[in-house]
């Protein structure tokens, strides 16, 4: 079974519409993550959690909100979808302390809004 | 500011060849990390390999180098002897500080790597 895992993996919606990406993982991590990927822009930061009770705004937040209900899962919301949020999302997490510490990609979520 | 610059959009290499992406860096941290990731056409995310600020040889994982020159801030990936399943966008990225906290990822534009036969 897949460590990190993201529903829906594809998803089609109209604009205006409310809508939550959802991420689990069973490595353990505290730390976990949400980026979007546009075609020749790489990945950019949306929101970062480094336990339940942290969350904070990464590079590109306007638009989005998110939840941690546990260490484990760490869910995304687009409260009223736009055209321009068209993407595919990732979630990832990591662990402090360990080396290289690198982040653990989920398979990504297309999303695309009419 | 910090910064991951992928210079080749595009690079075409022969099967069985060497090839080198380039990514250089932008930090006034004088700790970080330098990762570079894989992504195939199926989307996943596969990371490939790591260099630290601090580490004194280059890096390698099998297959894939990092020639890492501290002072020119910059961490080339090497792949060696590429093979038609290396086509795929390779993206170099950096660990760094956002708000303060060290941890999230800043990443290039990314290369896509196509291998002929």
């Known amino acids: 079974d897949a460590d990190v895992t993201q529903t829906p993996r594809n998803r089609i919606t109209k604009t205006g519409k409310r809508i939550m990406l959802e991420c689990s993982q069973t490595?353990?991590?505290?730390?976990m993550y949400w980026y979007r990927q546009d075609p020749g822009l790489g990945l950019r930061l949306i929101y970062y959690?480094?336990?339940?009770?942290?969350?904070n705004k990464g590079e590109i937040s306007d638009g989005y909100s998110v939840s941690r209900q546990a260490q484990a899962k760490f869910s995304l919301s687009l409260e009223s979808a736009i055209p321009n949020q068209t993407a595919l999302y990732f979630c990832?997490?990591?662990?402090?302390?360990?080396?290289?510490?690198?982040?653990?990609f989920g398979p990504g979520t297309r999303l695309t809004v009419l | 500011a910090q910064k991951i610059t992928q210079t080749q959009p595009g690079m075409f290499v022969q099967e069985k060849e060497a090839v080198t992406l380039d990514c250089t860096y932008d930090?006034?941290?004088?700790?970080?990390?330098l990762f570079w990731y894989k992504q195939p056409s199926s989307g996943e995310m596969i990371f490939l390999i790591y260099q630290g600020s601090y580490d004194e040889q280059n890096a390698t994982e099998g297959r894939y180098s990092l020639n890492f020159q501290k002072a020119r801030k910059s961490a080339n990936l090497v792949i060696s002897a590429s093979q038609l399943g290396d086509s795929a966008m390779y993206f170099c990225a950096m660990r760094g500080h956002y708000g303060g906290s060290q941890g999230n990822l800043i990443f290039g534009k990314g290369t896509k790597l196509s291998v002929k036969p």
């Open positions: 490595k353990g991590h505290d730390r």
């Open positions: 990832a997490t990591s662990e402090p302390g360990t080396s290289p510490s690198e982040q653990f």
């Open positions: 959690s480094f336990d339940v009770k942290d969350i």
């Open positions: 930090t006034s941290d004088q700790s970080y990390g």
